[in-house]
């Protein structure tokens, strides 16, 4: 059990260290997480507000039908700006795989080819999310329990498609068909190459803490309000590039067995036994197209 959990951690650290190795070639991609993040808060932020504002002023707890509508239109909003700025990261990935040198201007250009296409799954997207919130604030512990792991297996399952819809510029239906099947294919033990990339995440969360934990505790045991706002704006700020380097190393990863699990192609930069052991699956020969 112990050789068995050492290995695992040991492909998940490779995986990571291959997608950087691939990210690296075009660094300015990280770039996209960022505007992703700052351009959804912009946007999403008057329609929660507004929701807010109106729950507020009801006479019962219920936001009300305006409030739920806007609610949804900010998560509609939220996810199609995450959807879009990811696919300019797959397709950004994808042409350093086929041999291309992608630049910031030439994925967001080529993602922006594929806006109209990302819609409906924004839209699925958004309402699968707000349908999920809403059964899980109406459960028990339990029911929580239960749901978290239903948007798990969600979140498995469409893994990949993102990468097959704008790739292959396929409609949602198929994508949707296509990821499922590639995720029976390739399923096993564990999913490593998230797991690493996971690790990577909570590390870097915990050396801000490390760092702008203290500068908080003397700013509020001084009293100083100077010192709690710069702890806690170089902790936001830090969380911000983690947050981006995550994100733009799970497209490259999620790009890489994409091309693996649906393509039965192996990624430039990848090995066969990396990419083969990222799921682990039940059998060892490559998927075939």
């Known amino acids: 059990m112990h050789t068995h959990a050492v290995g695992t951690l040991q492909r998940s650290f490779t995986l990571v260290r291959t997608s950087w190795g691939v990210l690296r070639q075009d660094k300015e991609l990280i770039v996209l997480p960022v505007l992703s993040i700052i351009t959804a808060g912009l946007l999403v932020l008057p329609f929660f507000i507004g929701a807010i504002a109106i729950g507020a002023t009801s006479d019962s707890d219920s936001l009300g039908p305006v409030g739920w509508v806007l609610m949804f239109i900010g998560y509609l909003v939220g996810a199609y700006v995450t959807i879009f700025f990811q696919t300019a990261l797959v397709l950004g990935a994808n042409d350093r795989m086929t041999g291309g040198s992608p630049t910031l201007g030439s994925a967001l250009s080529m993602a922006g080819s594929n806006a109209g296409r990302i819609l409906p799954w924004a839209i699925i997207s958004a309402t699968v999310s707000v349908a999920l919130q809403a059964i899980q604030e ?35 239906k198929d994508a949707l068909s296509r990821s499922a099947t590639a995720f029976k294919r390739t399923w096993g033990e564990n999913v490593v190459g998230n797991g690493g990339i996971g690790i990577v995440g909570l590390l870097g969360t915990l050396i801000g803490l490390v760092v702008a934990g203290p500068i908080v ?49 192996e990624p430039t930069g990848f090995t066969h036994e990396q990419i083969a052991d990222a799921f682990r699956p039940r059998s060892k020969a490559a998927p075939t197209a």
């Open 138 to 172: 109406r459960s028990g512990a339990i029911g929580r329990i239960v749901i978290g792991l239903v948007g798990l297996a969600w979140t498995l399952v469409t893994m990949l498609v993102l990468p097959i819809l704008v790739i292959e510029q396929v409609g949602v």
């Open 217 to 265: 505790a003397v700013g509020v045991s001084r009293s100083n309000t100077g010192l709690v706002i710069l702890g806690v704006a170089l902790f936001v700020l830090w969380i911000l590039l983690v947050s981006a380097f995550t994100s733009a190393l799970s497209a490259v990863f999620r790009t890489a067995l994409y091309r693996f699990a649906v393509l039965g192609e």
